[in-house]
T-cell receptor, first 115, second 115 residues
Framework: GAGVSQSPSNKVTEKGKDVELRCDPI?????LYWYRQSLGQGLEFLIY????????KSGLPSDRFSAERTGGSVSTLTIQRTQQEDSAVYLC?????????????FGSGTRLTVV | AQSVAQPEDQVNVAEGNPLTVKCTYSVSGNPYLFWYVQYPNRGLQFLLK??????LVKGSYGFEAEFNKSQTSFHLKKPSALVSDSALYFCAVRDKGTNAGKSTFGDGTTLTVKP
């Protein structure tokens, strides 16, 4: 597509429920990233995909968080048993090659609220 | 390890005056450096990047940034600020040498340009 698409744009969920966040990167971009942005905070790295593999998942905060990417395209970030501290804007970005000087193209984010 | 510091949470400038948003970085090797902007209710957008060569980099919307290796800085500048420049600005770094795919972002600086 023309840009990075994320869905849903907003998600309100009850504490303890599981949620899935979707990212559709720019066609042909091999690298895909997940970050999260909490209110008043900077961008916290979660995971990086090169193709379908994740060479760096060091930012996932706990084993409740997981992500996959299929077909070198769409990625899903899953949060199990959501907690209130998971509330944040989850941002997806893609870049052409990943290892190099490419800038990122970001999606508009998914605002997750855990009540 | 790579890190970025944006020492000012907030920068206020009068329209027509020059602006500077500060960024310092730390990497073990040589850096790729980036600036991104987040306008209210909009996604993060790439502004400019430093790869190598000329220390003064020009980007979108009349912004430029100066790479200073000895001071490990990459300050964002604009000769004449506009009210429409008011936004949240993020500096980011990626270490060339580690072949790392991810960029590390600063905590952001809110720029307010007053008429």
């Amino acid at each position: 597509g023309a840009g990075v698409s994320q869905s849903p744009s907003n998600k309100v969920t009850e504490k303890g429920k599981d949620v899935e966040l979707r990212c559709d990167p720019i066609s042909g971009h091999t690298a895909l990233y997940w970050y999260r942005q909490s209110l008043g905070q900077g961008l916290e790295f979660l995971i990086y995909f090169q193709g379908n593999s994740a060479p760096d998942k060091s930012g996932l905060p706990s084993d409740r968080f997981s992500a996959e990417r299929t077909g070198g395209s769409v990625s899903t970030l899953t949060i199990q048993r959501t907690q209130q501290e998971d509330s944040a804007v989850y941002l997806c970005a893609s870049s052409l090659k990943g290892q190099g000087a490419d800038g990122y193209t970001f999606g508009s984010g998914t605002r997750l609220t855990v009540v | 390890a790579q890190s970025v510091a944006q020492p000012e949470d907030q920068v206020n400038v009068a329209e027509g005056n020059p602006l500077t948003v500060k960024c310092t970085y730390s990497v073990s090797g040589n850096p790729y450096l980036f600036w991104y902007v987040q306008y209210p209710n909009r996604g993060l957008q790439f502004l400019l990047k430093y790869i190598t060569g000329d220390n003064l980099v020009k980007g979108s919307y009349g912004f430029e940034a100066e790479f200073n290796k000895s001071q490990t800085s990459f300050h964002l500048k604009k000769p004449s600020a506009l009210v429409s420049d008011s936004a949240l600005y993020f500096c980011a770094v990626r270490d060339k040498g580690t072949n790392a795919g991810k960029s590390t972002f600063g905590d952001g600086t809110t720029l307010t340009v007053k008429p």
